[in-house]
């Protein structure tokens, strides 16, 4: 014979560090600033902002380079004129960010 059921199951979803870890993992990640994700992915300041200017200096003086973002991933690219693009990709996504981020990039 089943013992008699439990009316509270001591289950609690906020003491679950596991479920805890999950929400997080679920959630959009804050937008950061261009620095920032250039920063994270080049891992310094310097070499960071120097990207930047760069980016800024081709979209200013070369009308077949753009910089497209999506979530915090850049997406640098440039037109070849013969039916191709060159793409170069920096990010601070998570990988399933990322993959949302390369969604975006598509619908272009």
Known sequence: MLPPP???????????????QMKKQRTAAAPMDVIAILEQSQGSREQAIRTYNGFADLVNTDKDFRVMRANNTLFAYNNNRD??????????????????SIKQLQRL
């Open 83 to 100: 039916g191709s693009v060159d793409i170069a990709m920096e990010t601070a996504d998570n990988p399933r960010d990322l993959i949302d």
């Open 6 to 20: 439990q009316k509270k199951s001591g289950f609690s979803a906020e003491k679950q560090p596991a479920l805890e």
